[in-house]
């Protein structure tokens, strides 16, 4: 069993950076592909990024390519986003994910276990 708790949120200028942080109490937290989601009032939840146990096959949303970068430190048990060039449009609850796959994917019904989110507002 996993347990994730995400932090890192807060209100920031368009143009701005923001690293979220994601913590996972499972010992066998390596093991897992970890994914970044967000959702935002009015809008439909969509993916942001992934990654696998290893650390070394990522894989992002076009809206964020180039932009956002996903890590973790398995060592630390964290998975981690940095966000750079934020927009309005990025404002979302933002949640980290985690399944038992081996291959990263974009499909939010496949990851098993989810945090409780953390609120990223960008102003104008």
């Known amino acids: 069993q996993v347990q994730l708790v995400e932090s890192g949120g807060g209100l920031v200028q368009t143009g701005d950076s923001l690293r979220l942080s994601c913590a996972a109490s499972?010992?066998?937290?390596?093991?897992?592909?970890m994914g970044w989601f967000r959702h935002d009032p009015g809008q439909e939840r969509e993916f942001v990024a992934a990654i696998n146990w290893r650390g070394d096959n990522t894989v992002y949303a076009d809206s964020v390519k180039g932009r956002f970068t996903i890590s973790r430190d398995n060592a630390k048990n964290t998975v981690y986003l940095l966000m750079n060039s934020l927009k309005p449009e990025d404002t979302a609850v933002y949640y980290c994910?985690?399944?038992?796959?081996?291959?990263?994917?974009?499909?939010?019904?496949?990851?098993?276990?989810w945090g409780q989110g953390t609120q990223v507002t960008v102003s104008s």
């Open positions: 994910a985690s399944d038992r796959s081996s291959v990263v994917h974009r499909t939010a019904a496949n990851y098993d276990y």
């Open positions: 499972g010992r066998t937290f390596s093991t897992y592909v």
